[in-house]
């Protein structure tokens, strides 16, 4: 007989002493929105790893990289304080679990860690869905309580009113404001379409005057505008065909009609 | 390596002292006609929140209001005596669980609470689908005890006689039997293209005299007649497309046919 | 916090002091074949109820019988000795459990139960597909030893060469093979459009053979007239439409092929 | 009440002594590649039995052999060393398990094994589907260490550069990974519409090389004829009737666009 594996295995490499940290959480989602953001964080701001999380509720699955090499995916969170007084911790991963358990569980892992490290804030960074192509596109927003929003809307996002945010990009503020912290997520206006910088960008910008933390999103650019040329053929070649765009998957979603 | 959550936790706020208190659950299901009623009834008595319950098996995401809050899937226990001699528990949710065993440890711990508490009858509040709009909803019934059958056929109910009724407002009932108390469904007649007022204020009127209750359901009128305006719009461009309605996704369901 | 609920909840109301007895399991499935079987020994036998199982991976919802009463999916073991020399256990369930998880454990429940009241064999009642009528239906086999398709065979089974036996009807011989038993299914051959109580009878005749024990199947004769009307209803409307019949579900299926 | 099942329950029959030992693993997948190739080595090889593994989340059933006898899914670990200093571990099972929790307890459970056993590098062997039919179907790798890489690519595989594989036998070598061993995959190119013998037996030719193990694949050889005819005959009817060919489902994957 064997043991059962615990939901989440986490793995400490180090409990970072932070000076007024804030969590950041990206995952891969629509448009992969919120992960481009938290990998921009982790590279930009040179973090350092600080935990890494397991969980057999992941895909069970390995992901191939450019050098061949085979990972099975897994969950990350960094740190650093980028500036003197503002401590950022980023929590990103490969992949999202595949049950609802899997979800709160590693929600409440990380959230716990956090807490622990003297972290009060926590911000998701996910896609808004449109099924459009927009230039600049907006930024939306919900919290977990009034000050959040009223944060929010000082920093020129648009607030949402009704709706859902799902999977962890959504249920990681939820948990955090369960556990007794604040909670908001920043949410990019996005096509669904493509892997968008762009959106990731926007997002960042709102994020960085929200925590008070100057952001370099130059590299994100350059990715957006290769974004853009793809954008362009795709909507050259659906002008051809005459097509309509087919409605994409939605991490956001609208209210119950009635 | 973190724990495994338990399906459900269990916040008590209060262990209410009760007299010849019943259990009114109300979740969200076809046409929101359970919940709609449920929510009336914590609202027009006033009732107080004693329990809440958090669970893995809740979908995972946060739901947006109005203002820019966003909040977990939770259900909730409330209380109060709305006359003397009568005490009435509501539950509701702003989900059903995602899982088999999440509604099955939801219902039993409800359940377990009440019946604590002094309940001995559980009353569910569900959706009975035709995919017709009725201008004056009839509703169903199905009891765990030939007492209950005959209670609701004397406050009118009309009773099921094949079929199954599905979910936490189905599940509920069957749990309490399990745990010898007695249950019963009240089924408001609803076409399940809407939300429902018409079918909740039907639903509460019966369960007012089978509970010996008065309720007052003129909000649930008011809205009742914003749907109405709504089905008659979508009749007249029903007609105009010369369309058949779509077959709406339903809580009750007819018995296998052989 | 409340505790996880077992997965299986076992309820013994008597362990029997048996005589060479043999356990026959019929659970939903195609056409109900072993359902309405299981049932028809119960019945005339008149065997007695020793144990009752409920699950929280049964499907969450009540079924509601002509008298208006309304019950949770259970499980149920019975036991009589129909002859002298004789044991006879009957296993049924209002329904399969809803995951791989819920199926083997109470397969083992029901097993484990059953080899410590001294069964060695077990058999399972179930339906064998063919998508069309047969006024004569064929029992195919299958065993978990030499032994058992030997005694198959001189009762007249058709055997199965390949494929596989899903569910509860297939998995509960398997179990009992893991755990020292041995087992054989016997599936009626059956269109899959129609409870088919001829099909039944077919098996128990079958059955009736291998176990040594006389049954008396003419209720179950006269149920399958009942569905031949039925049959010669569809097939006269389907010879009108011109139509096709569809392919049904199937609770047994060929091999890979290749 | 009864206990719950463990996710894997293992059963030991003999921990081997072992000379270098390295474990090789092909479970069912697209075109039954890497099942046909792990049955291949353990037949010429004439390895023995090591331990089984039993699991809840295999599928629910059992499956039918030619004789009529019926089992339930079940994992088999394999070991001898067909060569002096070379010995082989084969680690294959009837049936994927169908749940992602399942999928990681049982890569846990023989990597555990193997490990305690003196293994340090796992192979597994799987399909790389294209769509297509290809007379001297390539091989394709992964390998969770730059060693790796570099030992597949001297062998002659072809380098995966992106995508994911996915199941079992991707899992493996991330579990493998995990808990401090290499880990390589080695895909063969198929169609993925019947059993490709041809593919299997071009995986195991260049894990020939990779291990240092003479393997006769004449057996294969043959199997593949049979197969070649097959696809020759489906190719005709495909030209008659004018047909595109569907698209298989498929073990490896490639990337996501953007």
Redesign the interface.
Request: net charge negative; proline share 7%.
């Given at each position: 007989?064997?043991?059962?594996?615990?939901?989440?295995?986490?793995r400490v490499i180090e409990v970072p002493k932070t000076t007024n940290p804030v969590l950041v959480c990206g995952l891969p989602g629509s448009g992969?929105v919120g992960k481009l953001a938290a990998d921009h964080l982790v590279e930009s701001f040179n973090l350092r790893k600080v935990a890494e999380y397991?969980s057999?509720?992941?895909?069970?699955?390995?992901?191939?990289?450019?050098?061949?090499?085979?990972?099975?995916p897994r969950g990350e969170l960094y740190y650093a304080a980028p500036r003197k007084g503002r401590g950022l911790f980023v929590f990103t991963a490969d992949a999202q679990p595949?049950?609802?358990?899997?979800?709160?569980?590693l929600?409440?892992?990380v959230v716990?860690f956090a807490k622990k490290c003297g972290v009060r804030r926590v911000y998701t960074l996910a896609a808004y869905i449109t099924g459009t192509f927009s230039k600049s596109p907006r930024v939306f927003?919900?919290?977990?309580?009034?000050e959040m929003?009223s944060s929010?809307?000082e920093g020129g996002a648009t607030?949402?009113?009704?709706?859902?945010?799902?999977?962890?990009n959504?249920?990681l503020?939820?948990?955090a404001?369960?556990r007794g912290l604040e909670?908001a997520?920043l949410l990019g206006e996005t096509s669904g379409y493509?892997?968008d910088a762009a959106a990731s960008k926007a997002v960042l910008e709102l994020l960085s005057k929200v925590v008070d933390l100057p952001i370099d999103t130059s590299k994100l650019e350059a990715k957006a505008e290769e974004?853009q040329k793809?954008i362009t053929q795709l909507q050259a070649m659906a002008e051809q065909a005459g097509e309509t765009a087919p409605r994409p998957a939605r991490e956001s979603r609208p209210g119950?009609i009635?």
């Open positions: 007989m064997t043991e059962r594996l615990p939901v989440i295995l986490e992969y397991d057999p509720t992941f895909p069970p699955q390995v992901n191939v990289k450019e050098d061949g090499t085979a990972d099975p595949t049950t609802s358990e899997g979800e709160y569980e929600s409440e892992a716990k927003g919900a919290g977990t309580s009034k929003v929010l809307k607030m949402m009113k009704d709706g859902g945010i799902s999977g962890m959504g249920l503020i939820g948990v404001a369960l909670g997520c493509v892997v974004t793809v119950y009635g």
